[in-house]
């Protein structure tokens, strides 16, 4: 069983940062490939980013390309995804997710999500 726990959202203005951590229970973190989803109000949850147990392959949605970043700290079972020129359209909750395979597939387990608000 793995428990992630996301944090860092809040309400920030149009073209701001913010740096999203969750943080993985269990001793196979740096065994699991990462990845971050989000929701906005009355849509589906969709992709954002994801990143292997290595790191060396990566993901991206193309809306978020060039603006958002995933990286990971195994020693600290940690995933990160800092999100630069932030838009009103990237309101929603972002959530974390793990897989239990090295490299991304249909996520496994889900983290409760954190809140972001992009105010124009």
């Known amino acids: 069983q793995v428990q992630l726990v996301e944090s860092g959202g809040g309400l920030v203005q149009a073209g701001d940062s913010l740096r999203l951590s969750c943080v993985a229970s269990?001793?196979?973190?740096?065994?699991?490939?990462m990845g971050w989803f989000r929701q906005a109000p009355g849509k589906e949850r969709e992709f954002v980013a994801a990143?292997?147990?290595?790191?060396?392959?990566?993901e991206y949605v193309d809306f978020v390309k060039g603006r958002f970043t995933i990286s990971r700290e195994n020693a600290k079972n940690t995933v990160y995804l800092q999100m630069n020129s932030l838009k009103p359209e990237d309101t929603a909750v972002y959530y974390c997710?793990?897989?239990?395979?090295?490299?991304?597939?249909?996520?496994?387990?889900w983290g409760q999500g954190t809140q972001v608000t992009v105010s124009s």
């Open positions: 269990g001793r196979t973190f740096s065994m699991y490939a």
């Open positions: 997710a793990a897989v239990q395979t090295p490299y991304w597939g249909p996520p496994r387990y």
């Open positions: 990143i292997s147990w290595s790191g060396r392959s990566i």
